[in-house]
């Protein structure tokens, strides 16, 4: 369990200087795609394997719904991020994360703001209670 909770810290660690570099590069307020771009370019240039826009399929019932949700970034198979421009994240943000994670199964879901002065304090950190992954 420790090695996982190291490594899952080493990511945050990994994506908030990511965030910070592209932040402190481009500023803010621009449109949320860009700055998810410019992430991933981040991140994959530090050797991290990302994937974006992961369809999940929802099992309900008997039926496998295919459309489920989709993850915006995922690094490293482990951790989810959902990347925002918007005035404030709010608790429905963080919300919208916690119902990934639980259908994903990953452990660790990260949102983040760019619309901000500073990414400090602009990224939650989410746990998942009962990960999969």
Known sequence: MEDRTQQLNW?????????????GALGRSLPAATYKACVV???????????????????????????????????????????YSVENLTQFHDQEMQAIL???????GITVNF???S????????????PRV
């Not at 639980?102 to 660790?108: A, H, I, Y």
């Not at 990414?119 to 009962?130: E, L, V």
């Open 102 to 108: 639980r259908v994903s199964g990953l452990p660790l």
């Open 115 to 117: 619309s901000v002065p």
């Open 119 to 130: 990414i400090r304090g602009a990224m939650h950190r989410i746990m998942n209670p009962q």
């Open 41 to 83: 370019h981040e991140l994959e240039s530090n050797g991290l394997k990302v994937q974006t826009d992961v369809n999940v399929p929802i099992v309900y019932g008997d039926a496998r719904v295919e459309d489920g949700i989709t993850i915006p970034l995922i690094a490293n198979g482990l951790v989810a991020v959902a990347v």
């Open 11 to 23: 990511l945050f660690q990994q994506i908030f200087q990511a965030c910070d570099a592209v932040h």
